[in-house]
T-cell receptor, first 112, second 116 residues
Framework: DAGITQSPRHKVTETGTPVTLRCHQTENHRYMYWYRQDPGHGLRLIHYSYGVKDTDKGEVSDGYSVSRSKTEDFLLTLESATSSQTSVYFC???????????FGDGTRLSIL | GNSVTQMEGPVTLSEEAFLTINCTYTATGYPSLFWYVQYPGEGLQLLLKATKADDKGSNKGFEATYRKETTSFHLEKGSVQVSDSAVYFCALRNPSSRGGADGLTFGKGTHLIIQP
C-alpha cells in the first residue's frame, strides 16, 4: 500500500467552525490531491498541488483552501464549515506523467 | 470538458457469473483510463489502467480494453466471487502542460453485489 495517512479519520463539528484535514505521505511524490465523495456524484476534485507551495483549484473548490509547506504534507481547510461540506474526503498522491493516483483511507466529516 | 458515464447499479450477480460493467467517456485528446475498486470503509484501490488506444489493462482476473473508436473502457471478469463485492469506479485523466497534476474525472461508481 502507498504510504498515505489521513487525519483525523472521523470528525463531527458544528456549522461555522474551522476544520483542517491533513494528508501525510511517505512516498516523496510530487503531486497531491484532495477529493470529496458524495452519493450520486462519485469523487470530485477539490484542490491539487504540483509541488511545495504550488496549488490550484479543482472542480469544487469554493469554501475550501489548501496549503503545502512540505513535500509530505497537504492540508485542506474549511474556513467556516457548512452542512453542505458533510462528506468523505480522500487524499491522493501521484508521481505524475502516466502514473496512477493512489488514495488514502479517507476522512469522514460530519457538520451539524 | 471531461466526463465519465457508468451504470450505477446495484448490479447483483451469482457467484461464478460473467461480469461486465460498462464505462464510456468524453474527453479531448488522448486520456489515460483507470478502474478503481472501493471496499466498504476503505479508500480507492487501483484495479487496472490503460494509457493508449487498444491497450488492455488486467489484474486479479479483471480486464478492460481502451476502445477509442467507441470511447469505452468496459470492465469484465469471467467468473466473479463473493469477495469481488465492492463499488467500482471508472476514471480518466487528461494530460496537461503540468505533466500529471490534473485530477481524475470519475464516474459515479457501480455497486456490485455477488451472491453465493
Amino acid at each position: 500500500d502507498a504510504g498515505i495517512t489521513q487525519s483525523p479519520r472521523h470528525k463531527v463539528t458544528e456549522t461555522g467552525t474551522p476544520v483542517t484535514l491533513r494528508c501525510h505521505q511517505t512516498e516523496n511524490h510530487r503531486y497531491m490531491y484532495w477529493y470529496r465523495q458524495d452519493p450520486g456524484h462519485g469523487l470530485r476534485l477539490i484542490h491539487y498541488s504540483y509541488g511545495v507551495k504550488d496549488t490550484d483549484k479543482g472542480e469544487v473548490s469554493d469554501g475550501y483552501s489548501v496549503s503545502r509547506s512540505k513535500t509530505e504534507d497537504f492540508l485542506l481547510t474549511l474556513e467556516s464549515a457548512t452542512s453542505s461540506q458533510t462528506s468523505v474526503y480522500f487524499c491522493a498522491i501521484s508521481e505524475g506523467g502516466y502514473q496512477p493516483q493512489h488514495f488514502g483511507d479517507g476522512t469522514r466529516l460530519s457538520i451539524l | 470538458g471531461n466526463s465519465v458515464t457508468q451504470m450505477e447499479g446495484p448490479v447483483t450477480l451469482s457467484e461464478e457469473a460473467f461480469l461486465t460493467i460498462n464505462c464510456t467517456y468524453t474527453a479531448t485528446g488522448y486520456p489515460s483510463l483507470f478502474w478503481y475498486v472501493q471496499y466498504p470503509g476503505e479508500g480507492l484501490q487501483l484495479l487496472l489502467k490503460a494509457t493508449k488506444a487498444d491497450d488492455k489493462g488486467s489484474n486479479k482476473g479483471f480486464e478492460a480494453t481502451y476502445r477509442k473508436e467507441t470511447t469505452s473502457f468496459h470492465l469484465e471478469k469471467g467468473s466473479v466471487q463473493v469477495s469481488d463485492s465492492a463499488v467500482y469506479f471508472c476514471a480518466l485523466r487528461n494530460p496537461s502542460s503540468r505533466g500529471g497534476a490534473d485530477g481524475l474525472t470519475f464516474g459515479k461508481g457501480t455497486h456490485l453485489i455477488i451472491q453465493p
